[in-house]
Each structure stands twice: as structure tokens, then as C-alpha cells.
């Protein structure tokens, strides 16, 4: 037994040891070493009977938030959801579940990322994937024809979440997209507006967004010679330009796909190329390009959406990259994707490689795919990846040491002498109900410096005295906790 009891105390001074290696931020290979010594102590200690054991986790590819990182949190949102209504968007919100056949086919190779809840008395459910198709579900089934909405809401990716860099299995979407008839590009025009606004707003570095078209993808991989069949599984081929070379890329669509060499070759020319409204009109004069009706009318559009962008102010932030493919099936017009032009790399920071923060795009057939007479409302829309904003915020807040507020009191009710908690407590009820954020210590007798203490550790402005002298003057000591001015006011 005394044995037993000498490991125990070995396994919880290693525990110590590594939580500590963590918290001083030691090198991975010097913790992982630590951590080896600590499931070598805890083998030898071997199964406790008697004591069911488990271990204290989140599941993979979740989080908690803690206070700090709710209130940096709620910054961001604060940001979005204003912007999102300065453009005359309402809000909506649908169930965290799906019908299973709502979701499927829809998201063309990444439909195995869906989570399947088990058979619940005869519905098939799905934890929704995205806002995008419970969006165009709610439209079919109320037959709207016509609306401008934003949404922000946790969505659920059965993806291997790389965390550091903002990739989770639970995390939050903000939404927008506007519905409905409208001339060409002109709703377009403001999603791009929009993004830029937000990620200019959240001041988290430069960036670009990248806008092409899927007609233009369709058209050029029909005029070099890729099969009807092969069309998707290649788009989510050239998806991955962003993120590999070119040479990958083509080894997965010959090597996995089947394409012949020189149809990938063909493709390569097109993809490789970026530019601005002159690279549309190079390619409107592309002889082989400009005979294909789809890609013909995607340039004729991307003309078209530059002069308004030009108009919006944005333009020097937007690039036509024929890279880029987004791998959701049911885009049909112009895409886009925002992505950060460099890590922010300021004083202490690590680079970080979040990839692409904001993205979106036109989607015509998916609320028609829903609708049971096939009616077609023509969509575009943008979605912001907040969980890598928020790690880019809360990196960068670490390294600048800022201090963040994570209640919003204004003031401490608090007292000079013993006895006075009655006091406290009418003053307090009296700030509440005029709408005023108060707080006081629970202690029937709390010392002057332990109350002032605790403003200077949360952030509390002002502190409101009560001592006999002051209820004998009938009035009430306002102290700001920053300067130290004390005045007198008499309620």
C-alpha cells in the first residue's frame, strides 16, 4: 500500500512538472519527454480497482471558452453582426439538425465530413453541415422569393481538426446572403463590399480575395478535354492549388482520377494565371475559351462585377484567380475566398498560417433543388471563418499582453468601516434599477483594500464609498480606481 501511495505522489509531481514545461511554453520535444516519464509512472501504477476513472476532456476537435476569449469573442461578433446590418439584413435561425436527405448530395467529396445522428423514432438526422442548405431549405418551405438575411449559428464537420490554426469539428458560421431577381452583380458586388469591410474592421493584417466564376471552370475544363462526369472531382482537384503545387495537383487527377496527362496540362495553363479586369478581357480574346457559351457568359459577368467594384472602392482588394474552384457542388456562378496575404508577425508573435478567412458565392439551383415544382430563387451569399479570426485575435492580443475586460461593471459599491452591509446593499438595488452595472463583494465586513483590490483586477472603473462619515454627511465617496480622485455626491 505504501508502495502504491509513493507512486501516486511520483505520477502527481510529474503532472505538475509537465503542466508547468506547458505553461512556460517549453519546447515540444522537452514536453513530450516529460509526458513519456508520466504514462511510463502511470503504467506502473496499473489499474485502481474500486475507483471508476475518466479522463476529463472536450471531444475532438472542440473547446471551451473562457472568459477572456468570450469577451474577445463577442468583439468580433459586435463587428460582423453590425456590418451585416448597416446593409438591411434580418436575422433567422434554423435547427441544429437536418432531415439526413436535406444534406445529402449537396456537398459533393466532403459529404463524408456529416454527422449522422442515430435513427430517433424514424427521422434520419444529420447535425447540419453549413448555414447554406438549411438557408435554402427555409426558403422552399416558406416559399420566399425574395430576402436579405444573415445567421450565426455552430455548424458540425466530422473533419481531423487542426486546431492551432483555427480548424474545428464544432464552430461557429456568420452567414449573409441576399435572395431574389435582381439584375447581374449588383448583390454580388455588396457581398465582396461586405467582406472587405469586416476583415478591413477586425484589423487582423492584409488581405485579397480571390473571385472566379464555376462557368468559366466548367468551359475551360470542357475545352480541354475533361469528361462531363469527371467535372466536380477535378474542381475539388484544383481547389487544393492554395494549398500544394501544381505537380500535386496533377499527379491526384491522373494518379487518383484517371485524367489523361495532357488534358491536366491543358488545365495547368488556365489555372496558373491571376490578375485583375485585364486578365477577364485577355480572356474574352482566349480563342478557345470565348467559343464556349458558359465561360463566355462568367467573363461577360466578371467584366461587369469589376466596374462595380471600382465603383464600391474595393477593387485593388480583388484578384480573378482561375486557381480558384471552391469544392461545394452547388455554387453555379461567381465564387470567392478572402485569404490573409501574410501571418501577422508582430513583436513576439509566431507566423500563423490560418489560410482563407471569409469566402462565399453564388448559388442559383440549390433552393430549386427543394422546391417541389423545381421553382429557382437565384442566391449569392459570403460566410466569415471566425474561429481563425478569433486565433489570429487572441494570438495577437497574447503577445501585446493586453489586458481584456471581461465583465462590462461600471462601478464596486463598497465600504470603509464594518457594519454597513444594509447600506451596500439599498445603494447597489438603487444603481441596478436605475440601469447601471454594479457589483459588491459577498462579505458582510469586507476591507477597504480587498474591495479596491478587486477593481484593479477586473477592470472597475469607479468604486462608490459608504463610511459613517459619509452617511452622516449624506452623501456617497466616488472614487476612480485609475487616478485616485475622490468626489462627494449626495444622492
Known sequence: MAERAALEELVRLQGERVRGLKQQKASAEQIEEEVAKLLKLKAQLGPDEGKQKFVLKTPKGTRDYSPRQMAVREKVFDVIISCFKRHGAEVIDTPVFELKETLTGKYGEDSKLIYDLKDQGGELLSLRYDLTVPFARYLAMNKLTNIKRYHIAKVYRRDNPAMTRGRYREFYQCDFDIAGQFDPMIPDAECLKIMCEILSSLQIGDFLVKVNDRRILDGMFAICGVPDSKFRTICSSVDKLDKVSWEEVKNEMV?????????????????????????????????????????????????????????????????????????????????????????????????????????????????????????????????????????????????????????????????????????????????????????????????????????????????????????????????????????????
Open 255 to 491: 494518379g487518383e482520377k484517371g485524367l489523361a496527362p495532357e488534358v491536366a496540362d491543358r488545365i495547368g495553363d488556365y489555372v496558373q494565371q491571376h490578375g485583375g479586369v485585364s486578365l477577364v478581357e485577355q480572356l474574352l480574346q482566349d480563342p478557345e475559351l470565348s467559343q464556349n457559351k458558359q465561360a463566355l457568359e462568367g467573363l461577360g459577368d466578371l467584366k461587369l462585377l469589376f466596374e462595380y467594384l471600382i465603383l464600391l472602392g474595393i477593387a485593388d482588394k480583388i484578384s480573378f484567380d482561375l486557381s480558384l474552384a471552391r469544392g461545394l457542388d452547388y455554387y453555379t456562378g461567381v465564387i470567392y475566398e478572402a485569404v490573409l496575404l501574410q501571418s501577422p508577425a508582430q513583436a513576439g508573435e509566431e507566423p500563423l498560417g490560418v489560410g482563407s478567412v471569409a469566402a462565399g458565392g453564388r448559388y442559383d439551383g440549390l433552393v430549386g433543388m427543394f422546391d417541389p415544382k423545381g421553382r429557382k430563387v437565384p442566391c449569392v451569399g459570403l460566410s466569415i471563418g471566425v474561429e481563425r479570426i478569433f486565433s489570429i485575435v487572441e494570438q495577437r492580443l497574447e503577445a501585446l499582453e493586453e489586458k481584456v475586460r471581461t465583465t462590462e461593471t461600471q462601478v464596486l459599491v463598497a465600504s470603509a468601516q464594518k457594519k454597513l452591509l444594509e447600506e451596500r446593499l439599498k445603494l447597489v438595488s438603487e444603481l441596478w434599477d436605475a440601469g447601471i452595472k454594479a457589483e459588491l463583494l459577498y462579505k458582510k465586513n469586507p476591507k477597504l483594500l480587498n474591495q479596491l483590490q478587486y477593481c484593479e483586477e477586473a477592470g472597475i472603473p469607479l468604486v462608490a464609498i459608504i463610511g459613517e462619515q459619509e452617511l452622516k454627511d449624506g452623501v456617497i465617496k466616488l472614487r476612480s480606481v485609475a487616478s485616485r480622485e475622490e468626489k462627494h455626491y449626495r444622492p
